[in-house]
């Protein structure tokens, strides 16, 4: 196998094409560039651990220029990894609003000064007008939910 360097902005372009958990950067490659590929598909709950650790420890969510982006991009991710799961954050609430939605009309209906976003890439909005030790806390509930254990639920949310 041979590395390459590229530019942040192309490797952010191959990883927003990331379909299906476990797909590397090659994978990415060689179906945008429509190469062959005679790989078998991987779908395990260890790949899908390794592949949030993976997007997460790239420089993307660093490069994120406030806690609201890195909060989105974060939860983002997860969806990626978890799609078919995820709609289970939207039982995760506070002791007065609701925290996700299929709609920004449901949490701005929910409460005040929600701030509603759209997490991106996904059918789902997230309430951004909390502290940043709110988020924290949502992002390892969103973690727990989709079947982390607490100790790697902690190291997601360590990355905000």
């Known amino acids: ?9 192309l490797y952010a372009y191959i990883a927003s094409h990331t379909r299906k958990i476990g ?14 590929n ?10 899908q651990t390794e592949s949030v650790f ?4 790239e420089q993307d969510v660093r490069i994120q220029k406030s806690v609201v982006a890195r909060f989105l ?16 954050v939207l039982d995760i609430r506070g002791r007065d609003r609701q ?9 701005l209906t929910s409460g005040n000064s929600t ?18 030790t709110k988020k924290k806390s949502m992002l390892t509930q969103v973690a727990e939910k989709l079947g982390y254990d607490s100790v ?7 990355f905000l």
Not at 23 to 35: C, K, T
Not at 54 to 57: A, D
Not at 73 to 86: D, K, P, Q, T, W
Not at 99 to 107: G, H, K, N, T
């Open 23 to 36: 797909e590397s950067a090659s994978d990415i490659l060689r179906r945008l560039l429509d190469v062959n």
């Open 99 to 107: 925290y996700f939605a299929r709609s920004e009309e449901a949490l």
């Open 115 to 132: 701030n509603p976003k759209q997490i991106p890439d996904s059918p789902f909005w997230v309430i951004t007008n909390t502290n940043t």
């Open 1 to 9: 196998m041979k590395r390459i360097d590229i530019d942040d902005d």
């Open 152 to 158: 790697d639920a902690e190291k997601i949310r360590d």
């Open 54 to 57: 993976n997007r997460l420890n």
């Open 38 to 47: 005679n790989e078998p598909e991987v779908d395990s709950k260890s790949t």
């Open 73 to 88: 991009y974060i939860l983002s991710m997860l969806y990626r990894c978890h799609s078919s799961e995820f709609s289970q």
